[in-house]
């Protein structure tokens, strides 16, 4: 029988606890993972502004070392999401695949490589979606910017007009980018499941507006919940944000996505009584 949307945040919350209480090893692993993934797209980033030092003091042209620094960001980011985008996806997995009974299934952290086309397909057209939103909000900052530069701000009419613009635009965009981000954020942990049919990134995307209909609310909910919990955390001894904020929210999210899929719970294993008229000796 579906539950209703308070009755999946409640299960969210119910299974997210107990799996960060019962595979916190796990998901502290996953944790550390998702904070490696950033490492690559770092280095190149510093590597890049190295050499456009190097160039400089070397008297290179400036169009060179502006070439070198642009070209250097641009890399760097795509090395970044490449690795950091389906290490998030398996971290999500580790932790889905910890509440359906596979404890220390630490190679779970992979499936985000392993399905690395339809993660970065799902998590490309959400994040430029996203990105097109803030569009509006941008493009109507420019009247307001540029009145200030020309003085033509000092007039209260053409101020509070551009300003306001900007602020509506702005508020708009951010309730629109939660609403996608709430229908459409299941998307990459449903491409990278191993345990369920291999699916390119747009039918993930569609999987995940299908799954989250009547729960949008819920999903924000949960949201809250993990970034209170990451928030909190980070005045636990400096660290806790790896040690709680994260693990908790991995946990957090996972559950979300078995509630929201109606998942039963993993059945202990009971061991059946022998059925012989007499049962087995144990040699001495």
Known sequence: MPMDSNEVLERAIRLGWSSFKGSWALLLVAA?????????????????????????????????????????????????????????????????????????DFKSLLSGFKRFTSVMAAQLVLVVV?????????????????????GASTVPDFAQLNIGALIACGLVATIVNIWIYARFGQAALRAADPDEPRIGGIAALRYSFALTRGHTL????????????????????????????????????????????NEPDPQPVVLQPWSGAVPPQTPV
């Open 130 to 150: 996203q990105f097109l939103v803030w569009v509006p909000a941008v493009a109507s900052s420019f009247g307001a910017f540029k009145g200030m530069l020309t």
């Open 218 to 261: 819920s999903a924000i909910g949960i949201t809250i919940l993990i970034g209170t919990a990451a928030v909190l955390s980070i005045f636990l001894c400096c660290i806790g944000l790896l040690l709680v904020g994260m693990p908790l929210g991995l946990s957090l999210q996972a559950g979300f996505y078995r509630a929201l899929r």
């Open 32 to 104: 550390l993972a998702v904070s490696a993934g950033g490492i690559p797209g770092a280095v190149l980033g510093q590597i890049a502004q190295g050499v456009a030092g190097i160039v400089r003091i070397a008297g290179g042209p400036p169009e060179t070392v502006g070439i070198i620094v642009v070209a250097g960001i641009l890399v760097a980011q795509l090395v970044g999401v490449c690795a950091q985008w389906p290490t998030m996806a398996g971290a999500g997995v580790a932790a889905v695949r910890a509440q359906r009974g596979h404890a220390n």
